[in-house]
């Protein structure tokens, strides 16, 4: 089966640029998405297609693609960026959607 | 303003079935390009791709569960409905409903259910 691969963990201090990656072999002819979920609450779309941030994201969210792999940047990352960062995309049929394994993001 | 919301039960034993209601506003499946997805999550892991229903009654899901899960919608009721069957404690999770249209996936979540397996 398809599969998304994240490192597990990502450690930044605040101010720093946060880089998590995304990799599948599917990739380069489908979207990649991202998004945020703290702890106890549900996930919130951060990225989608590709590149695009939804009203309400600040700025320093950013996304980017080459080849198989997509990229979440945070520019200036801040304590309240904490969270797990999911990316997710569908297989090269279109028919199934997959979720990477999740990144963990320590701003300190 | 879009919202959706998991009811179903906190607790089932296993090898039963469990029945999961997404009830939803400020949209209508009908409306083209309209999906709404079922998502999981087992304590402490990564989210997991269920099901899906469109806008026109199109449905995909899981290899993983393929044989055990369906996904059915009640338009007049505004509600989507997850069945799984033969459960085991591997299913216990929290599930999400999310609201997506075109390619703009998941760009609404209920708040999640939490569902035990276990006798």
């Known amino acids: 089966s398809y599969e998304l691969t994240q490192p597990p963990s990502v450690s930044v201090s605040p101010g720093q640029t946060a880089r998590i990656t995304c990799s599948g072999d599917a990739l380069p002819k489908k979207f990649a998405y991202w998004y945020r979920q703290k702890s106890g609450q549900a996930p919130v779309l951060v990225i989608y297609e590709d590149t695009k941030r939804p009203s309400g994201i600040p700025e320093r969210f950013s996304g980017s693609t080459s080849g198989t792999m997509a990229t979440l940047t945070i520019s200036g990352a801040q304590v309240e960026d904490e969270a797990d960062y999911f990316c997710?995309?569908?297989?090269?049929?279109?028919?199934?959607?997959?979720f990477g394994g999740g990144t963990k993001l320590t701003v300190l | 303003q879009i919202t959706l919301e998991e009811s179903g039960p906190a607790l089932v034993k296993p090898t039963q079935t469990l029945t999961l209601t997404c009830t939803f506003s400020?949209?209508?499946?009908?409306?083209?390009?309209?999906?709404v997805t079922w998502i999981r999550q087992p304590p402490g892991k990564a989210l997991e791709w269920l099901a899906v229903?469109?806008?026109?009654?199109?449905?995909r899901y899981t290899p993983s569960l393929f044989n055990r899960v369906s996904i059915t919608t009640d338009t007049s009721k505004n509600q989507i409905v997850l069945t799984i069957t033969h459960l085991d404690p591997m299913d216990t999770a929290t599930y999400y409903c999310?609201?997506?249209?075109?390619?703009?996936?998941?760009?609404?979540w209920g708040q999640g259910t939490l569902v035990t397996v276990s006798a």
């Open positions: 999310a609201h997506s249209r075109g390619t703009r996936e998941f760009d609404y």
């Open positions: 400020g949209f209508s499946l009908r409306t083209t390009g309209v999906h």
């Open positions: 997710y995309s569908m297989d090269i049929s279109g028919n199934q959607g997959v």
């Open positions: 229903i469109h806008w026109n009654d199109d449905t």
